[in-house]
């Protein structure tokens, strides 16, 4: 900008220069037409010499006179602008310069901190996108843990160093009967549990991290297990609650069912070899040896009747027994085996009826099965049903099930026994049920064919007047409908 101004300047001194000389030469001609004018006027050579010396001295004097003038104007103008016009100008500039300089670096040095702001902020940006996608995702696990804990079968609880419940889900509740916040000491002391917290997280080597407990009629198994924080520091402890009462009474039933298996072969095989040794031992006649080897012969049936059901049942729980599952008239079946006992009701003088009430569709189940459960269900009859009683069997159809009735005047269950009458060998006077030959396997095995076939059985007794057995088969309408269901 500075620079344009000069050439402004020097243009105007150039103007002016053009008008001195312009004026130089209007001055000039001037001085021609007065020697032109004397020249005319006078015809002295001398004189004419005269003027033209004047005129030219005249012009010599005028010409210093201008180009002096013209040079003292030019030094003293450029002077006067030069420190009027063109010196604060260039102050002024240098200042816009400096100016124009320092805020140029300060709005570099501003941009740089922008930039760095920016920088910072985008980076504070990317740290909370971060953390909130990490407290989503821990927000999500901690959601699922509780949802997980929320739902288990099994009770949790967690507590911290001091023994203060940290967390504790429904089922813990439950479990141990809580309706309030306690303490580990305050949980455990009443169910007299033998346990200390600082043992199990200080020592749990050396202590015992599970035991046992009733709850009033459940048993209760509690496993103790400490963790630990970042440093590897005991934190506090968990307890797993499980509800075992259910394998608690298998692990009975099993412990049960052995001892009863063992008395079972124990007494035929004693009296077996009590009799099997007399005979050898002893000179006995002819019909007391006769007596006893019936005996042996009774015992020795009973035993291969026992065994025989044990491997029944063995072949049900192993699955190894397939129903060959076919259609068959269920109301023929029930009157050929009822009339193939016609003579052991007869030898008691019992009376006996059967009757088919309505049109039975075909079951569709396994023959030889449903025959066997049949049969089972009328030897019982029969068997605790006292002399000149009665038994009468009805054959049926009732939603979409064919059922079988047996009802008979006989001794009769007591009612807190019937919920255990499937179980095996339970027996509701045993002395009684081995004096007539009952192994204590029959309902047990009866109750598996019927659950391999789709059916079911109940029974109502009193004790007294007699029994009622009612058995559930599917028919062949009701087969027929479930394999039209499982295609579409």
């Excluded at 200042?95 to 670096?105: D, F, G, L, N, Y």
């Excluded at 570099?108 to 740290?127: C, R």
């Excluded at 600082?198 to 459940?218: A, G, M, P």
Aim: aromatic content about 8%.
């Amino acid at each position: 900008m500075f620079k344009k101004i000069q050439i402004k300047i020097v243009l105007a001194f150039a103007i002016i220069g053009i008008i001195v000389l312009s004026a130089l030469g209007v001055t000039y001609i001037y001085n021609l037409q007065q020697i032109g004018n004397a020249v005319n006027s006078t015809q002295n050579i001398t004189e004419i010499n005269n003027v033209i010396s004047n005129q030219i001295y005249q012009s010599k004097v005028l010409l210093a006179m201008y180009l002096t003038g013209f040079v003292v104007l030019m030094i003293l103008g450029g002077i006067f602008i030069s420190k009027v016009i063109i010196a604060p100008i260039a102050s002024l500039v240098k200042s816009a310069e400096q100016a124009t300089k320092s805020e140029r670096i300060k709005y570099l040095n501003e941009g740089k901190k922008k930039n760095e702001i920016n920088d910072l902020v985008s980076a504070f940006d990317n740290m909370n996108n971060e953390l909130k996608e990490n407290l989503n995702e821990a927000t999500r696990q901690k959601k699922q843990m509780e949802t997980i804990l929320l739902h288990m079968t099994d009770g949790i609880i967690a507590f911290d160093i001091n023994g203060k419940i940290i967390h504790i889900n429904p089922a813990a509740k439950t479990f141990l009967c809580l309706d309030k916040e306690e303490n580990f000491e305050e949980i455990f002391e009443k169910y007299d549990v033998d346990i200390n917290l600082e043992k199990i997280i200080y020592l749990e080597n050396w202590t015992s991290s599970e035991q046992k407990i009733n709850v009033e009629d459940r048993t209760i198994n509690l496993f103790f297990a400490p963790y630990k924080n970042e440093n590897e520091r005991p934190a506090g402890l968990i307890v797993v609650i499980q509800d075992i009462t259910e394998h608690v009474k298998l692990d009975s039933m099993r412990k049960r069912f052995v001892a009863d298996v063992s008395h079972e072969l124990k007494t035929p095989i004693t009296s077996i070899m009590g009799y099997a040794d007399t005979l050898l031992e002893n000179d006995v006649d002819g019909e007391i040896g006769k007596k006893f080897l019936e005996r042996i012969s009774t015992e020795a049936q009973r035993m291969a009747r026992l065994v025989s059901d044990l491997l029944t049942l063995s072949r049900y729980d192993t699955s190894k027994v397939k129903a060959e599952k076919t259609e068959f008239d269920l109301g023929e079946l029930v009157k050929y085996t009822f009339e193939g006992l016609d003579l052991e009701m007869k030898k008691k003088e019992q009376s006996g009826e059967c009757f088919v009430t309505s049109d039975v569709p075909l079951v569709f189940a396994d023959r030889n099965g449903i025959e066997r459960v049949v049969l089972n269900i009328l030897t019982n009859a029969i068997k605790y049903t006292p002399e000149k009683g009665s038994i009468k069997v009805y054959v049926g159809f009732v939603y979409n099930d064919a059922y079988i009735k047996i009802i008979d005047t006989g001794i009769g269950i007591p009612k807190e026994d019937l919920d255990k009458i499937f179980e095996r060998f339970y027996r509701v006077d045993k002395a009684r049920t081995r004096e007539m030959g009952g192994t204590g396997l029959g309902l047990s095995i009866a109750k598996e064919i019927l659950d391999q076939n789709d059916g079911m059985i109940d029974i109502k007794s009193e004790v007294g007047k007699g029994t009622e057995v009612v058995i559930r088969i599917p028919t062949k309408q009701q087969k027929s409908v479930k394999e039209k269901n499982t295609e579409e």
